[in-house]
């Protein structure tokens, strides 16, 4: 771990010193979101600035007026990406040595402009679905965002505000995903950064005749998603923080109150001003909770408000300097170990897989399984790990200590999945399930482990469909979660290559551009974590354990085999139903669509490593590289989604045909195979 964390360094400090010029002028969140609501002089998209308070005061309504932040906030978010979509058109114009001979670039160049559109689209419907909400004159201009998100963290004060009397469910949410927002946010913002450095850089070597065209237009795309990333983020934040204020605040509080509460006091919202300049606003009841700010320029608050007592809810005063807080990698692992109960097992093998089906009785759905495979693999340099769990490691680089180093540490990439190129397709689907389900990264104290069985039995009386589906959400988060954390291992496969190749024409934009991606990757692992306490929720709800401290956590791995549907043992009525008979043609089809999202996957891991490969031999440069880490995440989102909507069929269909009165032991032994 060291050693690779030394490489890692390096790979930091030669970004840090060329992005320095670049990022000496780097805005912070606020200033970036106060940039992005914008509208730019060249525009097409127009209307008039509207302000939060307004919003607010259109209706006493509470319902309505949590409407009517939700849809200001999302109108926010899309005047942005309206503004990034405009950035990136223009900087594609700028493209002129040659570039309109270049069909790719043209491609590209209609593709962005097709996007601007699109997004002023969804900006023009966002204004007219506010301006309905609120209720503007006919001949009132559209609206626009005049208030800026909040991007700074919140205080809750849940534990005072609730002392003694039960919190809503919903604020049980918002107190503990805020803080992980936030961080979100954070991580957003560096990976922006750290994709302008690297357009920055690749802009310099195009003019310098080191890069071409596409390479520019392919690293603006990249800033552009993180941008949208980075507003999404923004504007889901403060959604939650309306969620959070709307469901504690007193019924007698003016939208003054409520805007102090959701994005700090300003000027419409504050009161006279005080000695010293700042600006205070009253909370409408003792328990209702305030904003304070510590004076910082460039933040929400235009006016400022005293500290307030501990007990009540604030907006958290800005961080200085909160780069600081920039993610690092975390240490590579030097392989996957099972860890306790959760690891999971197989079912004993079997010789003929369709031929041998489990002894069932007549109204008995079967899951047919597949047995596990062999692992031993002569390509594998990782010896299987224990329970048969399909090994998924990466190279780790030899310390860097010289030029020597270097060469040896840059070996060829190493393929996650080994043993599953000449299997059977069901083998693939149930090894590659197992591998991806096998809880060995998740964030710390992530919650309490529950099978699917125990589930159903916390929740005897609900509705099991909705049980099951709540309970595969929650596992298909934890899945991609602990993927995100492996695609950062890919990442850090390639340091060693992109070391040795630093002192090239391109090394230096290449070592920025790998920085980038990485940031993006642990963003993109930092809002999965979001996910997945929102899928927590959701099952603690179906479960009755919400005031539990800790949330469940899915232990059951998804079934990923054929599935017996039975039907000459259903009655011929319900058989003959078109919600059954959509059953019958559906989870066939989804059945396959996993196998062939397996196959998709272990190609996609197959492309990488033979990218980089040519990479690591200068037959290539990074940007395939990246590209090609990036199809084998989007492949395994896609197997990931695929499984997931499998297993919804299955208990939808097991939930429509079996008696509601069905012993839990035997509905959920027509859902997964039996470990």
């Known amino acids: 771990?060291?050693?690779?964390?030394?490489?890692?360094?390096?790979?930091?400090?030669?970004?840090?010193?060329?992005?320095?010029?670049?990022?000496?002028?780097?805005?912070?969140?606020?200033?970036?979101?106060?940039?992005?609501?914008?509208?730019?002089?060249?525009?097409?998209?127009?209307?008039?600035?509207?302000?939060?308070?307004?919003?607010?005061?259109?209706?006493?309504?509470?319902?309505?007026?949590?409407?009517?932040?939700?849809?200001?906030?999302?109108?926010?978010?899309?005047?942005?990406?309206?503004?990034?979509?405009?950035?990136?058109?223009?900087?594609?114009?700028?493209?002129?040595?040659?570039?309109?001979?270049?069909?790719?670039?043209?491609?590209?160049?209609?593709?962005?402009?097709?996007?601007?559109?699109?997004?002023?689209?969804?900006?023009?419907?966002?204004?007219?679905?506010?301006?309905?909400?609120?209720?503007?004159?006919?001949?009132?201009?559209?609206?626009?965002?005049?208030?800026?998100?909040?991007?700074?963290?919140?205080?809750?004060?849940?534990?005072?505000?609730?002392?003694?009397?039960?919190?809503?469910?919903?604020?049980?949410?918002?107190?503990?995903?805020?803080?992980?927002?936030?961080?979100?946010?954070?991580?957003?913002?560096?990976?922006?950064?750290?994709?302008?450095?690297?357009?920055?850089?690749?802009?310099?070597?195009?003019?310098?005749?080191?890069?071409?065209?596409?390479?520019?237009?392919?690293?603006?795309?990249?800033?552009?998603?993180?941008?949208?990333?980075?507003?999404?983020?923004v504007c889901d934040y403060n959604r939650n923080i309306a969620n959070y204020g709307f469901n504690v605040v007193g019924p007698a509080a003016s939208p003054q109150t409520l805007v102090?509460?959701?994005?700090?006091?300003?000027?419409?919202?504050?009161a006279p001003p005080v000695s010293g300049g700042a600006g205070a606003i009253q909370a409408a009841g003792a328990n209702e909770p305030i904003t304070n700010r510590t004076q910082q320029p460039s933040w929400n608050a235009s006016?400022?408000?005293?500290?307030?007592?501990?007990?009540?809810?604030?907006?958290?005063?800005?961080?200085?300097?909160?780069?600081?807080?920039?993610?690092?990698?975390?240490?590579?692992?030097?392989?996957?170990?099972?860890?306790?109960?959760?690891?999971?097992?197989?079912?004993?093998?079997?010789?003929?897989?369709?031929?041998?089906?489990?002894?069932?009785?007549?109204?008995?759905?079967?899951?047919?399984?597949?047995?596990?495979?062999?692992?031993?693999?002569?390509?594998?340099?990782?010896?299987?790990?224990?329970?048969?769990?399909?090994?998924?490691?990466?190279?780790?680089?030899?310390?860097?200590?010289?030029?020597?180093?270097?060469?040896?540490?840059?070996?060829?990439?190493?393929?996650?999945?080994?043993?599953?190129?000449?299997?059977?397709?069901?083998?693939?689907?149930?090894?590659?399930?197992?591998?991806?389900?096998?809880?060995?990264?998740?964030?710390?104290?992530a919650g309490k482990p529950i099978s699917l069985a125990e589930c159903l039995l916390r929740a005897a009386g609900g509705d099991r469909r909705a049980t099951v589906e709540a309970y595969w959400l929650l596992r298909r988060r934890a899945a991609e979660y602990q993927w995100l954390v492996e695609q950062a291992d890919l990442f850090d496969e390639v340091v060693p290559v992109v070391l040795k190749r630093r002192n090239t024409s391109d090394g230096a934009a290449e070592m920025v551009r790998l920085h980038a991606a990485r940031l993006a990757v642990h963003a993109a692992r930092s809002e999965a974590h979001v996910a997945l306490v929102e899928a927590q929720y959701a099952l603690a709800l179906q479960i009755g354990t919400v005031a539990d401290a800790d949330w469940p956590l899915a232990s059951t791995v998804p079934h990923s085999g054929s599935y017996l549907l039975k039907l000459d043992a259903q009655p011929d009525g319900l058989v003959d139903s078109w919600p059954v008979r959509r059953l019958v043609a559906m989870i066939p089809a989804l059945s396959e669509d996993v196998r062939q999202r397996t196959m998709a996957v272990v190609e996609a891991d197959a492309a990488r490593v033979a990218t980089v490969e040519k990479y690591r031999t200068a037959a290539a440069t990074i940007s395939p590289v990246l590209e090609s880490i990036a199809e084998q995440s989007a492949q395994t989102s896609a197997f990931l989604d695929a499984l997931l909507e499998y297993n919804r069929a299955i208990a939808e269909y097991a939930s429509t045909v079996l008696p509601p009165t069905t012993p839990t032991d035997k509905f959920v032994a027509t859902l997964v195979v039996k470990p």
């Not at 990022?23 to 200033?31: G, L």
């Not at 700074?152 to 803080?179: C, D, K, M, Q, V």
């Open 260 to 270: 102090a509460i959701l994005i700090g006091p300003t000027q419409r919202a504050a």
């Open 303 to 445: 006016g400022l408000t005293p500290m307030q007592p501990k007990n009540e809810p604030t907006l958290a005063p800005p961080r200085e300097g909160w780069r600081a807080n920039e993610p690092t990698p975390a240490p590579p692992r030097d392989g996957f170990k099972p860890v306790g109960k959760n690891e999971p097992t197989l079912a004993p093998p079997r010789d003929d897989v369709e031929k041998e089906l489990p002894e069932t009785t007549k109204d008995q759905l079967v899951p047919i399984d597949s047995p596990p495979m062999s692992l031993e693999s002569p390509t594998s340099s990782v010896p299987p790990t224990p329970s048969g769990v399909v090994p998924m490691s990466v190279n780790k680089p030899l310390p860097l200590e010289n030029e020597q180093a270097i060469g040896k540490s840059a070996t060829v990439a190493t393929p996650l999945y080994p043993a599953l190129v000449d299997t059977s397709p069901a083998l693939r689907a149930k090894q590659l399930t197992t591998a991806l389900h096998w809880d060995r990264s998740l964030p710390k104290g």
């Open 1 to 233: 771990m060291e050693v690779v964390a030394m490489q890692i360094a390096e790979v930091l400090l030669g970004c840090l010193l060329l992005g320095q010029g670049a990022n000496q002028h780097s805005m912070r969140p606020p200033e970036m979101v106060a940039e992005a609501i914008l509208l730019p002089a060249q525009s097409t998209l127009t209307g008039q600035p509207l302000s939060l308070l307004d919003a607010l005061g259109s209706t006493p309504d509470r319902r309505r007026q949590l409407e009517a932040v939700h849809a200001y906030w999302r109108l926010a978010q899309a005047v942005a990406e309206y503004h990034f979509c405009l950035d990136y058109v223009q900087g594609l114009e700028k493209l002129k040595d040659g570039a309109e001979k270049n069909v790719s670039l043209r491609l590209i160049r209609t593709s962005a402009t097709a996007q601007l559109r699109e997004a002023e689209i969804v900006a023009v419907r966002t204004q007219h679905e506010l301006a309905e909400l609120i209720n503007l004159p006919h001949d009132a201009p559209r609206p626009l965002a005049a208030d800026r998100p909040h991007v700074g963290a919140y205080r809750t004060s849940f534990n005072e505000l609730f002392a003694g009397r039960t919190p809503p469910e919903p604020a049980r949410l918002a107190e503990r995903i805020l803080p992980l927002q936030h961080q979100v946010i954070d991580d957003r913002t560096a990976a922006v950064q750290a994709a302008e450095d690297a357009l920055v850089a690749v802009e310099e070597n195009y003019q310098s005749g080191r890069a071409n065209a596409a390479t520019v237009a392919s690293c603006g795309r990249e800033l552009l998603r993180r941008r949208q990333a980075f507003i999404r983020s």
